[in-house]
C-alpha cells in the first residue's frame, strides 16, 4: 500500500534557527497536506499543495510539492517557540477510486526549539 | 469557528469491555473518519464513512471495531471487545467536500488495562 516517509523524525534547534521537514510518498499524490500537532493536541491542518512544483507561504512557513508529486517540504524560517510540536505530511489515498479523503500520514518531524 | 467534538476525553477500560466513543462533526460536512494514534507514533487511518456508509476500511479496522451514525450529529466507534494494544489516542476528523482539508477532534484517550 501506500507509504509516506518522512525525515527527520527529531529536529532541535535554537530559536532563530530554520528548519526543514522532508516528506516522500511511495506513489504520486493528487495534493499533499501538511498538519501541526502541539504537544499533547490534535492535528491541525496547514496548508494543502496540488499542483506539480507547487511553492506556497505562510509568514515564516514555506511548503513545496515535487515536480513529480511525490516528494514536500516544508521549511520554517528563524523558528520561534511556539513553532514547537510534531509536523506530518499527508496524502489521499486513491485506491479503488472511492477512498475519497482518506490520509495516509507520514511519521512526522517532532521540533523543538530552545529560547 | 465550528470545531469537531469529541467525549469522553479520557476512557479508562479493561481488556474485553466494550467501549464507545463520540463524536460530533461539524455540521455541514460530510466525510467522517476515525484515526487513532498510538502514544508517539503516527497517525493511522482507521475508517472513512460517508452517505450513511462505509467508504473504506484499514486492516487495523476489524469484526471488533464498528461505527455508527445514529443520528444527524453524532458520531460514533465502538470496539466491542477491548485488548490491550487498542490503549491510543483515537481522533474523529470530519470534511466537507472530496480531498479537501480535514478537520480533527481534540480526540479521546483510550486506556486499556
Known amino acids: 500500500g501506500q507509504q509516506v516517509m518522512q525525515i527527520p523524525q527529531y529536529q532541535h534547534v535554537q530559536e532563530g534557527e530554520d528548519f526543514t521537514t522532508y516528506c516522500n510518498s511511495s506513489t504520486t499524490l493528487s495534493n499533499i497536506q501538511w498538519y501541526k500537532q502541539r504537544p499533547g493536541g490534535h492535528p491541525v491542518f496547514l496548508i494543502q499543495?496540488?499542483?506539480?512544483?507547487e511553492v506556497k507561504k505562510q509568514k515564516r512557513l514555506t511548503f513545496q510539492f515535487g515536480e513529480a508529486k511525490k516528494n514536500s517540504s516544508l521549511h520554517i524560517t528563524a523558528t520561534q517557540t511556539t513553532d514547537v510540536g510534531t509536523y506530518f505530511c499527508?496524502?489521499?489515498?486513491?485506491?479503488?477510486?472511492?477512498?475519497?479523503?482518506?490520509?495516509?500520514f507520514g511519521q512526522g518531524t517532532i521540533l523543538t526549539v530552545h529560547p | 469557528e465550528p470545531e469537531v467534538t469529541q467525549t469522553p476525553s479520557h476512557q479508562v477500560t479493561q481488556m474485553g469491555q466494550e467501549v464507545i466513543l463520540r463524536c460530533v462533526p461539524i455540521s455541514n460536512h460530510l466525510y467522517f473518519y476515525w484515526y487513532r494514534q498510538i502514544l508517539g507514533q503516527k497517525v493511522e487511518f482507521l475508517v472513512s464513512f460517508y452517505n450513511n456508509e462505509i467508504s473504506e476500511k484499514s486492516e487495523i479496522f476489524d469484526d471488533q471495531f464498528s461505527v455508527e451514525r445514529p443520528d444527524g450529529s453524532n458520531f460514533t466507534l465502538k470496539i466491542r471487545s477491548t485488548k490491550l494494544e487498542d490503549s491510543a489516542m483515537y481522533f474523529c476528523a470530519s470534511h466537507r467536500r472530496v480531498i479537501y482539508e480535514q478537520y480533527f477532534g481534540p480526540g479521546t484517550r483510550l486506556t486499556v488495562t
Open positions: 499543495l496540488v499542483k506539480s512544483g
Open positions: 499527508a496524502g489521499p489515498s486513491n485506491a479503488g477510486g472511492t477512498s475519497y479523503g482518506k490520509l495516509t
